[in-house]
């Protein structure tokens, strides 16, 4: 599987993007997907998860309410609406397949791995 994730860019704070996540093959058979980021300096966290039928999410506290996740089976594409965006969204933001159907924050869950794309949000 090879994911494409796309839809980064330089945004104002308070405006949005929408990430999306493409993979090469069909995901959804059996398997949760997953947004994370990595800022400067720090380590890769959570950012979102869904579940393999996209009925069961789950968010970091940090971007929940202003973050959604959802997928679209038939395009083998997971998207992250990303509104209200802040100076501290700014991050390299990956897309993951994981090995489990169930939603998921552990990174050592996850088998596949995007390219990542770069969200930068100015003040």
């Known amino acids: 599987v090879q994911l494409q994730a796309s839809g980064g860019g330089l945004v104002q704070a308070g405006g949005s993007l929408r990430l999306s996540c493409a993979a090469s093959r069909r995901t959804s058979s059996n398997n949760a997907v997953g947004w994370f980021r990595q800022a400067p300096g720090k380590d890769r966290e959570f950012v979102a998860s869904?579940?393999?039928?996209?009925?069961?999410?789950d968010y970091a506290d940090n971007v929940r309410g202003r973050f959604t996740i959802s997928r679209d089976s038939a395009k083998n594409t997971v998207y992250l609406q990303m509104n209200s965006l802040k100076v501290e969204d700014t991050a390299v933001y990956y897309c993951?397949?994981?090995?489990?159907?169930?939603?998921?924050?552990?990174?050592?869950?996850?088998?596949?791995w995007g390219q990542g794309t770069l969200v930068t949000v100015s003040s």
């Open positions: 869904i579940g393999w039928r996209g009925g069961t999410t």
């Open positions: 993951a397949v994981s090995l489990f159907s169930h939603t998921s924050r552990d990174l050592t869950n996850y088998r596949y």
